[in-house]
């Protein structure tokens, strides 16, 4: 069963412009994650916030926490092409390391 | 370090064969996992190993079988083949915080 879902489905931007994804989840979580995946390759980690973090950067990324609504949000400021990629939430509801997987927000950075 | 790897990269087989997905990792993570990932879905969870000797049963089990005889290595077996087992494969390793991802496996099963 699916915990996170991502919205929008797809998302097509210009180059330079910055890039908005949602997860919204359905239980409690210890923290959430999210992860890129190029075309045909493994998932990378990006970044994760836990449930008494409230926002969290790591260089242009920057996600935010609302456990009041059980949503996130992934903000990529100043697209670049390499920006170009399938982005994902995993929560981790019960600290037992299973994460739950949203299907994913595919971002294509038109150049 | 490599990372985590897997082999092979591409499978082809028939209905009703068998055979092993191989994983390694050698960054001495105690947790490892296999999931499935299948278009427009995120990944679903096959096994799940917390350590040498334990294994467990994700969200998706029925048709594969796992063991974890070392702390580096995580096979996975697919018993009797079926055209539903057709999908990608990634394996995982975790330091209980982030997963580290391998590069996959592209199976069909025709």
């Known amino acids: 069963s699916q915990q996170g879902e991502e919205d929008p489905q797809a998302l097509s931007i210009q180059e330079g412009e910055n890039a908005t994804m949602n997860c919204s989840y359905k239980t409690s979580i210890n923290n959430l994650q999210w992860y890129r995946q190029n075309s045909g390759r493994g998932l990378v980690h990006l970044i994760l916030?836990?449930?008494n973090e409230r926002e969290k950067h790591s260089g242009r990324l920057r996600v935010t926490l609302d456990t009041s609504k059980k949503s996130s949000s992934l903000l990529i400021t100043a697209s670049r092409a390499a920006d170009t990629a399938s982005y994902f939430c995993a929560t981790d509801p019960d600290s037992n390391y299973q994460l739950i997987w949203g299907a994913g927000t595919k971002l294509i950075i038109k150049p | 370090n490599a990372g985590v790897t897997q082999t092979p990269k591409f499978q082809v087989l028939k209905t009703g064969q068998s055979m092993t997905l191989q994983c390694a990792q050698d960054m001495n993570h105690e947790y490892m996992s296999w999931y499935r990932q299948d278009p427009g879905m995120g990944l679903r969870l096959i096994h799940y190993?917390?350590?040498?000797?334990?294994?467990d049963q994700g969200e998706v089990p029925n048709g594969y079988n796992v063991s974890r005889s070392t702390t580096e290595d995580f096979p996975l077996r697919l018993l009797s083949a079926a055209p539903s087992q057709t999908s990608v494969y990634f394996c995982a390793s975790s330091d209980f915080l982030e997963q580290y991802f391998g590069p996959g496996t592209r199976l069909t099963v025709t």
């Open positions: 190993s917390v350590g040498a000797g334990i294994t």
């Open positions: 916030i836990r449930s």
